[in-house]
């Protein structure tokens, strides 16, 4: 999962530096991108992106934790918080973008 | 005493000549190991980086999508920004670090690739998220 998601992220963010870098062009032809990015199934991928990257990171830490400190029974407590933590950040960002 | 001693270089020879017969192959993996070992190193530093930079992204993005999102209102707050300017550059360059350390991984445990392919692999991929990240930041706030 962690891989997966890592995966998924590392295709999107060049996609994404493209995007901003449209800006280099003037502000019209960032405009011109974000209007055309006001589409529901866009919305719905970046709903999905911002959702992996909240649990890749949680599994990041995880990984941190279990390499540099000496807690025990973690797992599950953090897988967890993961979960916890990505649902979220995801609805956050759906709220927002809601309203 | 001297039996000792001599046991003790007979030992240390023997390691010595045994090091020297498979010094190639010793070498070439000792290296091996240590590349590793430093991609292992370095993906974990930039991941502290990232954790932190992250946190504030998203904190960011939930607070600039609200409303929806327009070039006026992004630009708006970005153009002349050197302080934004700043931690999206540390930004770009801990993902330029960390992203292909995994995709090396990714290349050689699940596509078989071939280290030095894999390390070609991951330095084309950094150098396309350094510029074009880079390029994105100047792109918003000069």
């Given at each position: 999962?962690?891989?997966?998601?890592?995966?998924?992220?590392?295709?999107?963010?060049?996609?994404?530096?493209?995007?901003?870098?449209?800006?280099?062009?003037?502000?019209?032809?960032?405009?011109?991108?974000?209007?055309?990015?006001?589409?529901?199934?866009?919305?719905?991928?970046?709903?999905?992106?911002?959702?992996?990257?909240?649990?890749?990171?949680?599994?990041?830490?995880r990984l941190l934790l279990i390499e540099f400190t000496r807690w025990s029974g973690l797992r599950k407590n953090w897988i967890a918080g993961a979960a916890g933590f990505a649902a979220l950040v995801g609805m956050a960002f759906a709220l927002a973008l809601l309203f | 005493m001297s039996v000792?001693?001599?046991?003790?270089?007979?030992?240390?020879?023997?390691?010595?000549?045994?090091?020297?017969?498979?010094?190639?192959?010793?070498?070439?993996?000792?290296?091996?190991?240590?590349?590793?070992?430093?991609?292992?190193?370095?993906?974990?530093?930039?991941?502290?980086?990232?954790?932190?930079?992250?946190?504030?992204?998203?904190?960011?993005?939930?607070?600039?999508?609200?409303?929806?999102?327009?070039?006026?209102?992004?630009?708006?707050?970005?153009?002349?920004?050197?302080?934004?300017?700043?931690?999206?550059?540390?930004?770009?360059?801990?993902?330029?670090?960390?992203?292909?350390?995994?995709?090396?991984?990714?290349?050689?445990?699940?596509?078989?690739?071939?280290?030095?392919?894999?390390?070609?692999?991951?330095?084309?991929?950094?150098?396309?998220?350094?510029?074009?990240?880079?390029?994105?930041?100047?792109?918003?706030?000069?």
């Amino acid at each position: 999962m962690h891989r997966l998601s890592g995966l998924a992220l590392a295709v999107f963010l060049p996609m994404h530096f493209w995007a901003l870098g449209l800006a280099l062009r003037g502000d019209a032809a960032l405009e011109g991108f974000l209007r055309f990015s006001d589409r529901p199934l866009f919305k719905l991928a970046e709903w999905g992106l911002v959702v992996l990257l909240a649990l890749h990171m949680m599994g990041g830490v995880r990984l941190l934790l279990i390499e540099f400190t000496r807690w025990s029974g973690l797992r599950k407590n953090w897988i967890a918080g993961a979960a916890g933590f990505a649902a979220l950040v995801g609805m956050a960002f759906a709220l927002a973008l809601l309203f | 005493m001297s039996v000792n001693a001599s046991e003790r270089a007979g030992a240390a020879s023997t390691t010595a000549s045994s090091a020297g017969a498979g010094g190639d192959a010793g070498a070439a993996s000792n290296e091996a190991s240590i590349a590793q070992a430093k991609r292992w190193y370095w993906q974990r530093i930039s991941a502290m980086v990232l954790a932190i930079c992250v946190l504030i992204h998203l904190a960011v993005i939930v607070h600039a999508v609200r409303g929806g999102l327009s070039a006026e209102e992004i630009l708006g707050r970005t153009r002349g920004n050197w302080g934004f300017a700043m931690f999206y550059g540390v930004f770009v360059i801990a993902c330029a670090v960390h992203v292909p350390v995994g995709i090396a991984n990714i290349a050689e445990e699940w596509f078989g690739f071939e280290p030095r392919n894999a390390l070609g692999l991951a330095r084309a991929f950094a150098l396309v998220l350094l510029v074009m990240g880079l390029r994105a930041v100047v792109a918003v706030v000069v």
